[in-house]
């Protein structure tokens, strides 16, 4: 890490000094300031490409990249990588570049740049382990063993067929192309954090939300981000995190100004826990009127994330009640009820049925064995006294089905399924959500249109009611409330803790028990 105000002598001096051999491929360094230069410099190997890139060879195709801000707005640096879902064979993918533009294309030691007519497309293939740039006057044609970095110094980089939202997708920073080892390669879009959190904080929180609420989605989406730039998702390709719901969606919708307003107006900001770490801020949709803690995953990093607190989620809060909803009577007498003192009491996910006529046994049992396959240890099978990790048996008929245990705030923990050819234990509410859902059934919410649920139930905050008949179950009814796995900030109870004045910081203090916001740069 540099600190301070320095140019390309300081960052040669640093190299000179240091081992940079040890350094893995596409490992980052980052700076807190920028570095002084012309738009282009080259100086024994190092080159600084456009505005955003000083790019250099590490022997055996490694490199060192280092990245920093727009000097007009005199801020210092962050970068994130955002993998593509897409992955391109040899047929190649044209990049888009919309508007009239000096571009840069950077492999190895080599500094390739030329200019774009509007709406012109570079077209780039890969083949038998390298790269060939085509544009429409030009074409390199030399072997090229990459990674291919493509900058656009004044404008946007699409690719030509990727739409999101049903639009072409257009991207800020620069995209690299890294290969991988079975004739395909993976798009790369290289963004400094700011511009990134603009391509998602409108796609995970509803831009009409209030500029309070859509500031705290926009620091916990900043923490979130950087805390996989400590931690890639993906090594492999430089990627730090991937553009879908698995990490956070981004730029599916396109920006808005009241969410980039909120990026703007927390520029720099994390929340810190206190202890000096960075924050998990988990977050999710609507609550049923209480949240649950880290403990609903069964890891061991549950007892690492003590400012998750199971609570009410009204004014003032109640930490007490994350316990006592653990019981199933006190439970089902919450669940059964409303309390207009909820921050989410009218939102339409509050309170919601699910009624199932005829259980899909087969497709439970699938699911049932998914499950298993993806962590064993949290779908048991019943072997005389206890519970063992065992691949479950083809069952035709359920005797018997139950909630076992719930978890602080009551969100179910543990189910019991009785067939015809053992019992089977389910753990943790994703699996229980899981296994639950039949893929047909559509959720009845307290307002607006019945929703379906293909994949997976709604919440965890639930209580089962099987019906039976001839002492097998023939359909079962789950009364329940809320959207999401109830751990952090529920977005929708953010929304209304903004109407009702309530500032960023006390938002997220109310969800990130003695957590505090600061200003990294």
């Not at 920073?173 to 290969?179: M, N, P, S, T």
């Not at 609507?286 to 649950?292: A, D, E, I, L, M």
């Not at 001839?470 to 929304?495: C, E, P, R, W």
Request: some cysteine.
């Amino acid at each position: 890490k540099f600190y301070g105000n320095f140019n390309i002598k300081y960052v040669e001096e640093y190299i000179k000094n240091n081992d940079i051999t040890k350094l893995t491929n596409n490992e980052l360094l980052y700076l807190n300031s920028f570095i002084t230069g012309s738009t282009t410099e080259t100086a024994n190997g190092y080159t600084i490409v456009g505005d955003y890139t000083i790019f250099r060879s590490i022997g055996n195709g490694g490199r060192l990249n280092f990245v920093y801000s727009d000097k007009a707005q005199n801020t210092n640096f962050t970068l994130t990588k955002v993998l593509s879902q897409s992955v391109y064979n040899t047929l190649g993918l044209e990049l888009i570049v919309p508007q009239q533009q000096t571009n840069k294309v950077s492999w190895g030691n080599s500094n390739m740049a030329f200019s774009l007519g509007a709406n012109k497309n570079i077209r780039i293939t890969y083949k038998d382990g390298m790269f060939n740039v085509y544009t429409p006057e030009n074409i390199y044609s030399e072997k090229v063993y990459g990674p291919v970095q493509i900058t656009s110094n004044y404008g946007l980089l699409g690719v030509a067929g990727l739409k999101r939202a049903g639009k072409q997708a257009l991207y800020h920073g620069a995209f690299e192309l890294v290969k991988n080892s079975n004739s395909t390669f993976n798009l790369v879009n290289m963004i400094e954090v700011e511009e990134y959190l603009k391509g998602v904080v409108p796609n995970e929180m509803p831009v009409r939300f209030g500029l309070e609420a859509l500031k705290a989605q926009a620091v916990c989406a900043r923490t979130y981000a950087y805390g996989h730039m400590r931690h890639a998702a993906y090594p492999a390709y430089g990627a730090h995190v991937d553009d879908s719901t698995a990490y956070q969606v981004y730029n599916n919708i396109l920006e808005h100004e009241s969410t980039t307003r909120a990026v703007k107006e927390t520029h720099g900001q994390l929340l810190y826990t206190a202890g000096g770490e960075l924050a998990e801020t988990y977050y999710y949709s609507t609550s049923c009127g209480v949240g649950s803690d880290a403990g609903v995953w069964k890891t061991d990093a549950a007892e690492t994330l003590p400012y998750l607190q199971a609570g009410a989620i009204r004014e003032g809060g109640d930490e007490t009640i994350g316990t006592y909803l653990r019981e199933e009577e006190h439970f089902e007498d919450f669940i059964l009820h409303t309390n207009k003192e909820d921050f989410e009491s009218a939102e339409s996910w509050y309170r919601w049925t699910y009624t199932v006529e005829k259980p899909d046994v087969e497709r439970m049992f699938e699911t049932l064995k998914k499950r298993y396959q993806a962590r064993p240890e949290l779908i048991l099978t019943r072997e005389k006294e206890t519970y063992i990790a065992q691949e479950p048996r083809k069952f035709f008929e359920i005797k018997s089905m139950y909630v076992a245990s719930r978890g602080n705030g009551g969100v179910v923990d543990e189910l019991i399924l009785e067939t015809d050819q053992g019992t089977y234990k389910v753990i943790t509410e994703h699996n229980i959500r899981y296994v639950l859902c039949d893929g047909e059934t559509k959720v009845k919410r307290a307002k607006g249109k019945d929703v379906e649920m293909p994949n997976l139930l709604p919440s965890g905050f639930f209580v089962l009611d099987a019906v039976q008949k001839d002492q097998n179950v023939v359909g079962y009814k789950l009364i329940g409330g809320g959207f999401g796995h109830g751990v952090g900030m529920s977005q929708n109870a953010a929304k209304a803790m903004a109407l009702k004045g309530y500032s960023c910081e006390e938002i997220l203090t109310f969800f990130y028990d003695g957590c505090k916001l600061a200003d990294i740069y």
